[in-house]
Nanobody
């Protein structure tokens, strides 16, 4: 059974940092694309970024580019989301997701498996 488990969320002041982890069942490099999404109260789940392929190519949505970094440790079957210079508008439940096909995936429907989410709250 496929499992993705997020951890690392919490409460942080604006300007601070957090690192989220996503543990994947099986080898992380078996997943062609791993992504991060977030969902704020009353809003739709939105794409944050992804890491894809053997070379770990990353792509980010405009609002987090330059502040967030996605990385992958294949030996630990884990993906990370390093979040710096956090803003109150980054407050959301953050989800990791995995796609079984390689592609330029940025929407919820393009990912096949999801974690349960971890809350990130940024205070002003």
């Amino acid at each position: 059974q496929v499992q993705l488990v997020e951890s690392g969320g919490g409460l942080v002041q604006a300007g601070g940092s957090l690192r989220l982890s996503c543990g994947a069942s099986g080898r992380a490099d078996n997943w062609p694309v791993l992504g991060w999404f977030r969902q704020a109260p009353g809003k739709e789940r939105e794409f944050v970024g992804r890491i894809a392929g053997n070379r770990g190519v990353t792509h980010y949505t405009d609002s987090v580019r330059g502040r967030f970094t996605i990385s992958r440790d294949n030996a630990k079957n884990t993906m990370y989301l390093q979040m710096n210079s956090l803003k109150p508008e980054d407050t959301a439940v953050y989800y990791c997701a995995a796609a079984t096909q390689l592609g330029y995936w940025t929407t919820v429907s393009q990912y096949d498996y999801w974690g349960q989410g971890t809350q990130v709250t940024v205070s002003s």
